[in-house]
C-alpha cells in the first residue's frame, strides 16, 4: 500500500486538509471558509480560535472521505505537514494559552503610525533592520503588530511587564494546539515563519536580541526555531491521533517547494488573496536595492537553508472578494472571467488596488485604492477586466525589479493560486510580461510543499531529486500574444495611475 501524506493548509480566507500519495495526487480534501473581521478602514482581524477550529473540522471531514474511499485508512498518513498565513500575529497568555486580542492580518494598515515612529529612532529609517532580517519596516510583518497591540491594548502590556506574554504567528498557535495544548503542546515555530516577523537574524536562524531590544520586547516568550522539515510531534487527539507534524513552511514558501524551485534562479509567483513572487537566491541572503524582501525559502533536516528574494502584492484575489461582496457586481469569483472577456481591453481603465497601501515594490503605506481613466463609456467589464490586469502589472514591476537584481531575466514563470484558475488572467499575466506562464494542473502547490516537507522527514521521500515524479501531470503554457509596442503602452499607463494612488492616506 503506497503511503499519504497530510497538509494542513491554513490561508487567509479559507482552512484546507489535503490528503497526498507518493506522486503528489490528491487523494481526498476538505475545506472552509471563515470569518474575515473588518472592525475599521484598513483593519483585518481572525479569531484565533476560528484559525483552530477550521484546521480541526476540515482534519476530520476530509479522513472521512478518506475512509470512505474504502481503500485507504487514517493509519496510512505517515506524516501531516503545515503551511499558513504568514506574518498574521497572536498574542497569548503563557499561563492560560488563551489569546489576548485577535489576530492582527498580514494586510492590516493599522501600524502605519507605528511605522513612522519606528522609522525615526534610526538613522536608516525604515532599513533600520534590514541587515539583520532582511525587510524593511512596514505596516506588513509581525513585530510591527505586536508593538502596536502594546501600544494600545492595556492587556498584552500587561502580560509583558508579567513576563507570561507570548507571542507567536499561525504556525506556532496550531502546532502547539493540535499537539496538545496545556497538555504538553509543543511551542516551534519554523524557519520560514520565523523570517516575517523581523526578530529573525537571517544568517544564524536564530531570534536576534538586537531586534528584540529594537522593538521594547525584552521578556517576550518566543517559539524555538525549527528546520522545515523535521518531526516537531505527534497529534494528540483527533482522527489523526499519534501521527506526527513534520513539516512546516509559510504558505508562500511553500508554494515555491511546491512547485519544485529548488534551484536557484527559479521562480514562482502565487495568486491568492494577494499575490507573492518568489525566487531562489540560494544558500546566501543577498539584500535587496529595489524593494524586494530577503526571506528564508527553507530548510530541509539539518541542511544550510536556502533564501529567496520576494515580492508581495497585497491584493489580488481579495480585489475580486471586493467586486463580489461590496460592489455586487458578480456574484461568485469566476464569474468575474465571463464579464472581463466581454472586452478586449479595458478601454484606459486602470484600477490599482491599494486598498490598505501598496507592497513591493513601491512600499507606499499612504496609497489608497484608486480607478482611473473612466468615461461614459466605461461600464462593468471594463473594470472587471482593470481588476485582474492590477495583480498583474504589479508582478511585472516586481519581476522587473527581480531580473534587476539577477542580472538574468527570467523566461518563464511558474504559477498557482485560486486566481490562476482563470485562463483570461494568465494569458493577461503572460502578455503584460512578455514571458511564458506556466501552470501547473494540479494547483494546491502550497499545500504540496508542506506535504513535501513532512514526507521529506517521515521518509516517504529521499530527498528533492526524489521529487521528479511528483506532479508531473500536463502543466498549460500561456505565451504572450502583443507586441512590445503595446505592452510598454499599457505599462505606461499603469505607471501613471500608481502615481495617482499615492497620498491619500494621511
Ligand atoms: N476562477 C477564478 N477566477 C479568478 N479568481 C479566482 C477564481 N477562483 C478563485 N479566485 C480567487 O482566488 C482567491 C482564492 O485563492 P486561494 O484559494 O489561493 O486563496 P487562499 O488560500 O484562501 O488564501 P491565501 O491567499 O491566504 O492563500 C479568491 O480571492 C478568489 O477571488
Ligand atoms: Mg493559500
Not at 100 to 109: E, F, N
Not at 124 to 146: D, M, R, W
Not at 154 to 173: C, I
Not at 444 to 463: C, F, N, P
Amino acid at each position: 500500500m503506497t503511503k499519504l501524506v497530510g497538509a494542513i493548509d491554513q490561508g487567509t480566507t479559507s482552512t484546507r486538509f489535503v490528503i497526498f500519495d507518493d506522486l503528489g495526487s490528491i487523494v481526498t480534501y476538505h475545506q472552509m471558509e471563515f470569518e474575515q473581521h473588518y472592525p475599521h478602514p484598513g483593519w483585518v482581524e481572525h479569531d484565533p480560535h476560528d484559525l483552530l477550529a477550521t484546521v480541526q473540522s476540515c482534519v476530520e471531514q476530509a479522513v472521512r472521505k478518506l475512509e470512505a474511499t474504502g481503500k485507504y485508512h487514517a493509519s496510512d498518513i505517515a506524516g501531516v505537514g503545515i503551511t499558513n498565513q504568514r506574518e498574521t500575529t497572536i498574542a497569548w497568555d503563557a499561563e492560560t494559552g488563551e489569546p489576548l486580542y485577535p489576530a492582527i492580518v498580514w494586510s492590516d494598515g493599522r501600524t502605519a503610525a507605528t511605522v513612522h515612529q519606528l522609522a525615526e529612532t534610526s538613522k536608516e529609517g525604515v532599513n533600520a533592520l534590514q541587515h539583520i532580517c532582511g525587510l524593511p519596516l512596514t505596516t506588513y510583518f509581525s513585530a510591527v503588530k505586536l508593538r502596536w497591540m502594546l501600544d494600545h491594548v492595556p492587556a498584552v502590556k500587561q502580560a509583558l511587564d508579567q513576563g507570561r506574554l507570548r507571542f507567536s504567528t499561525v504556525d506556532t498557535w496550531l502546532i502547539y494546539h493540535l499537539t496538545g495544548g496545556s497538555k504538553g503542546g509543543i511551542l516551534v515555530t519554523d524557519v520560514t515563519n520565523a523570517s516575517r516577523t523581523m526578530l529573525m537574524d537571517i544568517h544564524t536562524l536564530q531570534w536576534s536580541q538586537d531586534a528584540i531590544n529594537f522593538f521594547g520586547f525584552q521578556g517576550l516568550q518566543l517559539a524555538k526555531i525549527v528546520s522545515s522539515s523535521s518531526v516537531y510531534g505527534n497529534i494528540a487527539s483527533g482522527a489523526l491521533e499519534g501521527i506526527p507534524i513534520a513539516g512546516c513552511l509559510g504558505d508562500q514558501q511553500a508554494a515555491l517547494v511546491g512547485q519544485k524551485c529548488f534551484s536557484v534562479g527559479e521562480a514562482k509567483n502565487t495568486y491568492g488573496t494577494g499575490c507573492f513572487m518568489l525566487f531562489n537566491i540560494g544558500s546566501e541572503p543577498v539584500l535587496s536595492k529595489n524593494g524586494l524582501l530577503t526571506t528564508v525559502a527553507y530548510q530541509l533536516g539539518s541542511d544550510k537553508p536556502v533564501y529567496a528574494l520576494e515580492g508581495s502584492v497585497a491584493v489580488a484575489g481579495s480585489s475580486i472578494q471586493w467586486l463580489r461582496d461590496n460592489m455586487n457586481i458578480i456574484s461568485e469569483a469566476k464569474e468575474i472571467n465571463d464579464l472581463a472577456s466581454q472586452v478586449e481591453d479595458t478601454s484606459g481603465v486602470y484600477f490599482v488596488t491599494a486598498f490598505t497601501g501598496l507592497f513591493a515594490p513601491y512600499w507606499r503605506d499612504d496609497a489608497r485604492g484608486t480607478i482611473c481613466g473612466i468615461t461614459q463609456y466605461t461600464n462593468r467589464n471594463h473594470i472587471a477586466r482593470a481588476t485582474l490586469e492590477a495583480a498583474c502589472y504589479q508582478s511585472k514591476a516586481i519581476l522587473d525589479a527581480m531580473n534587476q537584481e539577477s542580472g538574468k531575466p527570467l523566461k518563464s514563470l511558474k504559477v498557482d493560486g485560486g486566481m490562476s484558475n482563470s485562463d483570461l488572467a494568465m494569458q493577461i499575466q503572460s502578455d503584460i510580461l512578455g514571458i511564458d506562464v506556466d501552470r501547473p494542473a494540479m494547483r494546491e502547490t502550497t499545500a504540496l510543499g508542506s506535504a513535501i516537507a513532512a514526507g521529506l522527514a517521515v521518509g516517504m521521500w529521499k530527498d528533492v531529486h526524489d521529487m521528479d515524479k511528483v506532479n508531473t501531470e500536463n502543466s498549460t503554457l500561456f505565451t504572450s500574444g502583443i507586441t512590445d509596442e503595446k505592452r510598454q503602452e499599457m505599462y505606461a499607463g499603469w505607471k501613471e495611475a500608481v502615481q495617482r494612488s499615492f497620498g491619500w492616506a494621511k
